[in-house]
């Protein structure tokens, strides 16, 4: 677990830095994006909203306006909100 967590800052961190230029560039980025914000494990889960949360941050307003936003990460973070694990 400890090292399935760096890698996942790792992504998240290389995330941060291409914004989503870089995720329009390499598809990638977003398919282990989305990976770790869908994992069984729900600390991972968390961890991937938090990281959500934090890079809506930075630029709200493209961000919030982008297709994605709709398609990728509202369901996401929705789904989050909607899980039934009692210990969050």
Sequence with gaps: MPKRKR???LVFSIAKNIGEEGID????????????CDDNNHRI???GC???KEYFKMDKEMIVNSPRFQEAYLPLLLDFLNDE????
Aim: aromatic fraction near 8%; proline fraction near 8%; charge should be positive.
């Design 85 to 88: 694990d009692p210990f969050i």
């Design 7 to 9: 890698g996942n800052r």
């Design 45 to 47: 889960r968390k961890d």
């Design 50 to 52: 938090v990281f959500l």
């Design 25 to 36: 560039k390499d598809p990638l980025m977003l398919k282990l994006i989305m990976s770790i």
